[in-house]
């Protein structure tokens, strides 16, 4: 069975393919956005207007609970949860992101690179939607604009290299295994609180500074939230982020290529 032969240099190719097809996957993402708020007065900025009331009610109690200046901690939960957000939604989508696609994916010969690119992409587009609100708390709060700022757009970027690999990698395994969809949104539940989002990282003891420090999740948000806040990002984050985007497309490229042929039968 030719499924069975691992395709190294068909994977390489769909991989190029895929990635290089801006243009494509990025219509898709804007296309399936626009089918998802189809007749509705605001369309994408309800997830905006959601999160406005969200971090305002957290802020302005949390901040009182743990005597914190609301100019101070407001500006930083809004933008964890605005990278939260795009990361948590990125990453449980990627458990639907072949399935949902079953019909096509078995009737036209498609690159999966490209459809996990518009998975990513369609998320961003609501980042960009949800930053508004990080916008207005930063004027509120007077967050300085420098140099530093301008680091959100090479952390922004390394964060979606991670993500498409994060699609294709649960894609493939919730195609093969669907219980590992319920496992990610189990898993998601509980990596928001013990994530810095809604606290600071030195708001934990000493001794559990490794809750902080081995958390990838917390990498993957900083190397966005730091630079929002006008400061440059540890260069342990960047070498975690960095580091995880080349072991993470090693681990699928030579998973893509033993297992793509499956796909279909999978399905």
Avoid at 13 to 37: F, H, P, Q, T, V
Avoid at 41 to 60: K, N
Avoid at 112 to 132: G, P
Avoid at 197 to 216: A, C, E
Wanted: charged share 10%.
């Amino acid at each position: 069975m030719p499924a069975m032969t691992p395709q190294y240099r068909i994977a390489a190719a769909d991989i190029a393919s895929g990635l290089s097809a801006w243009d494509m996957w990025g219509r898709l993402g804007w296309r399936e956005n626009k089918r998802r708020y189809r007749r509705t007065v605001i369309g994408p900025f309800w997830s905006t207007l959601s999160l406005a009331v969200f971090v305002v009610v957290l802020g302005v109690v949390w901040s009182r609970l743990w005597q914190q200046d609301p100019k101070d901690y407001m500006p930083y939960l809004t933008s964890g949860m605005v990278v939260w957000l795009l990361l948590s939604v990125t990453i449980s989508e990627s458990c639907i992101a072949f399935i949902n696609l079953e019909t096509l994916i078995k009737q036209v010969r498609v690159s999966y690179t490209l459809l996990a690119c518009a998975v990513v992409w369609r998320n961003v587009i609501v980042f960009f939607h949800n930053i508004l609100i990080f916008l207005l708390v930063a004027i509120y709060a007077g967050v300085a604009v420098n140099a530093a700022t301008l680091l959100v757009v090479p952390g922004l970027l390394l964060f979606c290299i991670n993500a498409v690999w994060v699609v294709l990698l649960l894609g493939i395994a919730c195609v093969r295994y669907r219980d590992i969809q319920q496992l990610v949104t189990t898993l998601l539940q509980v990596a928001m609180f013990v994530t810095p989002v809604f606290w600071r990282p030195t708001q934990l003891g000493g001794d559990l500074q490794f809750v902080v420090q081995f958390n990838p999740l917390y990498h993957f948000i900083e190397i966005v939230r730091a630079p929002l806040l006008g400061r440059v990002a540890m260069a342990e984050t960047w070498y975690v982020v960095a580091g995880m985007a080349v072991g993470g497309w090693t681990v699928v490229f030579f998973l893509f290529g033993r297992f793509r042929g499956r796909i279909p039968y999978w399905l």
